[in-house]
Each structure stands twice: as C-alpha cells, then as structure tokens.
Nanobody, 121 residues
Framework: QVQLVESGGGLVQAGGSLRLSCAASGRTFSRHHMGWLRQAPGKEHEFVAGITWSGLNTYLDSVKGRFTISRDNAKNTVSLQMNSLKPEDTAVYYC???????????????WGQGTQVTVSS
C-alpha cells in the first residue's frame, strides 16, 4: 500500500516556474514507478511524466524540455519541476504510483489527492 500527498501547486504567470512535490508512505516505495498525471477542466486525465524505480524517465511530448521529474528513494519523494509554464498547463496535477509502468501511464493503482496548477496568460 502506498499513500501519496502532493504539495506545491498554485497560480503563476505564463513563463514562470513551479515545483510539485509528492511524499509517499509505505516501505515498498522504491519498488514502485512514480509519475504525474493531470486533468484539465472538461478533459480526460493525461500522463505528464513518469520515472521508473531505477530512475529512467519519460515525458508527454508537449512538456519535454520544460518539465523534469525526479525521485529520492531515501526520502520517499518524487518531484516535478515545471519551467516555462503555459496557460495550457493549467490542470489538477496528481502524483501516481504503480508497480507496472504500463499501468502507471493509464490506470495507476495509487493516486494523491491532487494539487491545482493555474497558469495565467
């Protein structure tokens, strides 16, 4: 069982930066792949970034070069550094975890409560 708690959302102007953090509980954190999904109003959930237990990462094409995902297995945390934010990045961002990377991208087992990111133009 993994419990996830996000922090770091907020309101920022276009071109600005935010850093999202996710604290995970559970002794099996290091065996779980971690990631971030987002949901904009009226849209489906969208995979944003993921990082395997070994540190390999992957990104949604539209955030490549702007977002960076990282994890610290010793501290049970995963972060998402978001730079050059755009209004279309506005969404609720969810920290997610799963032992399967394939499931992580679409239907992760574990979800945080979500944190709002709003980018004004």
């Amino acid at each position: 069982q993994v419990q996830l708690v996000e922090s770091g959302g907020g309101l920022v102007q276009a071109g600005g930066s935010l850093r999202l953090s996710c604290a995970a509980s559970g002794r099996t954190f290091s065996r779980h792949h971690m990631g971030w999904l987002r949901q904009a109003p009226g849209k489906e959930h969208e995979f944003v970034a993921g990082i395997t237990w070994s540190g390999l990462n992957t990104y949604l094409d539209s955030v490549k070069g702007r977002f960076t995902i990282s994890r610290d297995n010793a501290k049970n945390t995963v972060s998402l550094q978001m730079n050059s934010l755009k209004p279309e990045d506005t969404a609720v961002y969810y920290c997610v975890a799963d032992e399967s990377f394939g499931k992580l991208v679409e239907r992760p087992d574990y979800w945080g409560q979500g944190t709002q990111v709003t980018v004004s133009s």
